[in-house]
């Protein structure tokens, strides 16, 4: 079955592509660093810190549509902030709402924080699109396991990112043929049936699981992955990571 | 020959109380072939797992003339590998590479043997070149031949697999086949479990028919001209077999039934070579009879 959870653009060949996944990974978790700590009300520093990321996609040569439509999965966590940060806060009241039972009053710092966190979270989500989508996931775990990640939750990705598209072919087949087989019925009953099929999703996992450990077992796994480490940090990957957080650190504090 | 897998009056039941194995017995010489065929639920995949230690039921097995618990796992896994049937259960590393190198690398080999190992894996099982390949980008074919480099690029002296063929094409069907050959050809024991008959002749040197217990052991001329034992193993001879039984209804005189096509053309040739360059078949009262008995041995109604 097909499925759209691969990482279409991790084989382009581009700069940002070939820069060593180490480096990328901390390059861009200190970017976010220093994009989270900058005041909200420094709207100017944000625009600035876009235009860096956004260069650092163009090079990339991943299209942008495809990086759009990623970023706009930060919509849903924003909105809660969103609707809520203008009224929440004090201080001088820009506009003011009547409910019946309660008096919502804009104000001017709300409006400011809430273009904050907005701009703050979508630049975050940029910066995690540009590793996710540069790099090949095998490499991204490796650069994660060499940057001295907890194991646990290395190996926890990993099997997540190979697993994923399993679990997602079986649902598909077993809502198949649920659908084959139910012309009627209610809506209760649709929606019982989806209970159903988690429940036995989950029972066919740990069976698999257990049948992977076995595996793993016949193969000498005696708790962690060793896998060939192939990294060499290049004279280019000095060169991206000097440039790439100087700008950042120029645009933060100056 | 010397004895490389000895089992001794092994029982394992799963929790829950299915009974899975009663009592199995077997003796596997270096460098033989086995099948251990059995309808489904036989016990097959249960037995297998307990080749290396995964599963431990009473009785007692040696591998290379030792009690596989004196074994340390990194010692056995060096002896024994064992191809699962599920290939996406074998294949659980994020690329082909990476998981054929997974054996070797836990074997602590150096980055130079593990890298060639690889590779020579790879080609073994026709599979050079998908070393950066996604395992769901793979077909099933694939992923069953890449499962088996899994365990070549550990090379181990024995190998196990569990339904190799299993909802296979015919094209990935015959690779497989093949790659299985070689693996005979070059000395390895290799045991395979199945209930495919057509696989057995070609690739087995002795049979044991398994359904919990050892119900048979023998060439595969010996089980599977034994109807009575198939009819109780629920199990049937190859379709060629049956073709020249059905063949010997209308008088074509074989003494013995092949199992295979390569048996069968000889024997044709030999039959028409002795009868003077053809042969005869012809339609008598009793054809009829003979046909609907036959149908009746192999419970064909």
Request: contains cysteine.
């Amino acid at each position: 079955m097909q499925h759209d959870l691969s990482n279409k653009y991790g084989d382009v060949k581009s700069i940002i592509h070939g820069i060593d996944p180490r480096i990328k990974t901390l390059s861009l978790i200190f970017f976010i660093f220093l994009v989270v700590s900058t005041p909200a009300d420094e709207g100017s520093r944000f625009s600035t810190y876009f235009l860096l990321i956004s260069s650092v996609v163009i090079l990339s040569r991943v299209p942008l549509s495809f990086v759009f439509r990623r970023s706009l999965t930060v919509i849903p966590f924003v909105l809660l902030v969103f609707l809520s940060l203008p009224f929440i806060q004090g201080g001088e009241v820009m506009a003011s709402y009547d409910l019946r039972f309660l008096q919502l009053n804009v104000t001017h710092r709300g409006l400011e924080t809430l273009i904050g966190v907005f701009a703050k979270s979508y630049l975050s989500v940029l910066s995690m699109i540009v590793l996710t989508s540069t790099t090949p996931f095998p490499r991204l775990i490796r650069g994660f396991e060499s940057l001295k990640m907890p194991k646990i939750m290395v190996l926890t990705i990993s099997f997540m990112c190979r697993y994923m598209t399993v679990l997602v072919d079986e649902t598909m087949r077993m809502k198949r043929a649920r659908d084959l087989r139910s012309s009627g019925g209610n809506r209760r009953w649709h929606i019982e049936t989806v209970g159903d099929i988690i429940g036995n999703l989950f029972i066919r996992s740990y069976g698999r699981g257990e049948r992977i450990y076995n595996a793993m077992l016949s193969r000498g796994f005696t708790g962690s992955i060793k896998t060939l480490d192939d990294f060499k940090i290049r004279a280019l990957d000095g060169i991206f990571a000097a440039f790439f957080i100087a700008a950042a650190v120029v645009v933060r504090f100056i | 020959m010397e004895e490389i897998i000895s089992i001794k009056n092994l029982s394992y039941g799963y929790p829950g109380g299915t009974v899975a194995l009663n009592d199995v017995s077997l003796d596997i010489l270096r460098g033989e072939s086995i099948a251990l065929l059995g309808p489904n639920g036989a016990g097959k995949s249960t037995l297998l797992l307990h080749l290396n230690g995964v599963l431990s039921g009473k009785g007692s097995i040696e591998v290379f003339g030792r009690n596989i618990r004196e074994k340390k796992r990194s010692e056995l896994i060096k002896e024994i590998g064992v191809v699962f049937q599920h290939p996406d259960d074998q294949l659980f590393m994020p690329t082909i590479f990476d998981d054929v190198a997974f054996g070797p690398i836990n074997m602590g080999l150096d980055r130079g043997e593990v890298e060639r190992r690889v590779s020579s894996a790879l080609e073994k099982v026709g599979l050079s070149g998908y070393e950066n390949r996604y395992p769901h980008q793979l077909s099933l074919g694939e992923k069953k031949k890449a499962a088996l480099a899994t365990i070549l690029s550990m090379d181990p002296e024995i190998i196990v697999l569990d339904e190799p063929t299993a909802n296979l094409d015919p094209k990935s069907r015959r690779d497989l086949v093949g790659v299985m050959r070689d693996l005979k050809e070059r000395g390895k024991t290799v045991i395979i479990s199945t209930h495919d008959v057509s696989l057995v002749p070609g690739l087995a040197d002795r049979v044991y028919v398994l359904d919990r217990k050892i119900i048979a052991e023998g060439t595969p001329k010996e089980i599977f001209l034994n109807t009575e034992l198939l009819k109780k193993a629920n199990l049937e001879i190859p379709p060629i077999t049956y073709l020249f039984e059905v063949l010997s209804c209308f008088g074509y005189n074989c003494s013995s039934l092949p199992l295979s096509m390569d048996e069968a053309v000889k024997y044709l040739t030999d039959s028409i070579e002795t009868e003077g360059g053809h042969i005869h078949l012809h339609l008598h009262e009793h054809t009829h009879e003979d046909l609907r008995r036959l149908k009746e041995k192999y419970g064909h109604h």
